[in-house]
């Protein structure tokens, strides 16, 4: 951050003497007059350098909660459609896992035959579910854990 400052700092004296430069003429009139056109110019320079040190500091803000967010949301997804009923339907049926940063999530699956549908929702933590998962529900699984990485 201090790196920062004094990089800003040499900018700006870069800049304000390029303007000075820009101008073709070198400041006339008194000492006192070339002294005070300087501190105006300083004065605008610090200012500028305030907006832009308030500006960094909302930044900052932001990424430590996009740090602090990002591992919460689901980044790893997969899904698997099957005929859990090989005599009846098509593959309407469907498992789905959704894990976050931290292979924390849901493996849901949805059961469809001609006389409705079933859900049905595990937890997911470290990867791995405290209830026993089906073939699909695995391969949904496996899906969302290489989607993450």
Do not use: C, W
Not at 38 to 61: F, K, P, Y
Not at 66 to 73: C, E, L
Not at 99 to 115: F, K, P
Request: aromatic share 4%.
């Amino acid at each position: 951050m201090a790196v920062l400052g004094v990089a800003l700092v040499g900018l700006v004296f870069v800049f304000a003497l390029a303007r000075l430069l820009r101008s073709g003429r070198p400041p006339t009139g008194s000492k006192a007059a070339v002294d005070e056109s300087l501190h105006g110019e300083v004065a605008e320079i610090g200012a500028r350098l305030t907006a832009i040190g308030a500006r960094l500091a909302a930044l900052e803000q932001s990424m430590t909660q996009m740090v602090d967010t990002v591992p919460r949301s689901v980044q790893g997804v997969g899904v698997v459609r099957y005929n859990p009923f090989p005599d009846m339907g098509s593959n309407m049926s469907f498992s789905l896992a959704l894990l976050d940063g931290r292979a924390n999530g849901v493996v849901v699956s949805v059961l469809t035959n001609r006389d409705g549908s079933r859900v049905f929702g595990k937890m997911v933590e470290n990867g791995t579910s405290s209830y026993p998962l089906s073939e699909e529900e695995r391969q949904a699984l496996a899906l969302a854990q290489g989607d993450r990485k």
